[in-house]
């Protein structure tokens, strides 16, 4: 399973790009603002210095919401740099636009999937990435996990080439439960990734080799 870091927080991007096991970068106009980055400028110069950090891909969203305008915008993001995987929204207009952009060779990442329906038509459409968003639908009492399975099952019924991404995970849990039905890639937030590599035992077992070690090194010395 490939592992996505879900921020646009040049620390945190580089921190996950040093721990060596990152595949991609996501971000989306809500993280990007939390990030104070605003203005056209200032957003395409972060998407540079994102992919100047990662030897990964990184999904960069439009923020228009008509055909022609999210060409445009999607084929400008591209050029950035060929890292740069363009992030269309599941509406009407970016059906066509996944479409388009796709058969243009640049990759497309589907955002805001919630329904299995939605994956499957984004697929059809050349879309290289789905995203359901697991953690917003179990905000609402829905299950996500589920959502990523039926997903799972249709493209694995048709051979669809286009992986599944889930996205909008909340924790280490999402992670594990995501690798087990076979979701293709995750994208979390650093906390959730690095929530993986903690266990109790493990520093306490730790704690006991390095003591073990310092005794009987100090009564060789006797
Ligand atoms: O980047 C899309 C998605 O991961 C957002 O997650 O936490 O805002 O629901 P969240």
Do not use: W
Not at 14 to 24: F, K, P, T, V, Y
Not at 78 to 106: E, F, H, Q, R
Not at 175 to 183: H, P, T
């Amino acid at each position: 399973m490939k592992f996505f870091i879900d921020t646009a927080n040049l620390d945190q991007i580089r921190e996950a790009q040093d721990l060596g096991i990152l595949d991609g970068v996501t971000t989306n106009p809500s993280l990007m603002a939390k990030e104070g980055i605003t203005g056209d400028d200032k957003v395409n110069k972060h998407y540079k210095d994102i992919c100047d950090i990662v030897d990964a891909n990184v999904s960069a969203e439009v923020i228009s919401i008509t055909y022609d305008e999210m060409i445009k915008e999607g084929e400008a993001l591209a050029a950035l740099n060929p890292k740069i995987v363009v992030k269309i929204p599941m509406i009407k207009d970016g059906v066509k636009a996944i479409k388009y952009l796709s058969s243009k060779g640049i990759r497309v990442n589907t955002t805001l999937i919630f329904s299995a329906g939605q994956a499957l038509v984004a697929a059809k459409a050349g879309a290289s990435y789905v995203s359901p968003f697991l953690g917003r639908l179990d905000d609402i009492g829905s299950e996500g996990l589920l959502l990523v399975e039926d997903i799972r099952t249709i493209f694995d019924n048709y051979g669809y080439e286009c992986e599944i991404l889930a996205a909008s995970i909340r924790g280490p849990l999402h992670i594990i439960d995501c690798a087990k039905i076979g979701a293709d890639v995750v994208t979390a937030p650093l906390s959730a990734i690095l929530g993986l590599l903690n266990h109790p035992l493990t520093d306490k077992g730790l704690a006991t080799f390095l003591a073990d070690h310092k005794k009987a090194g100090e009564s060789a010395k006797k």
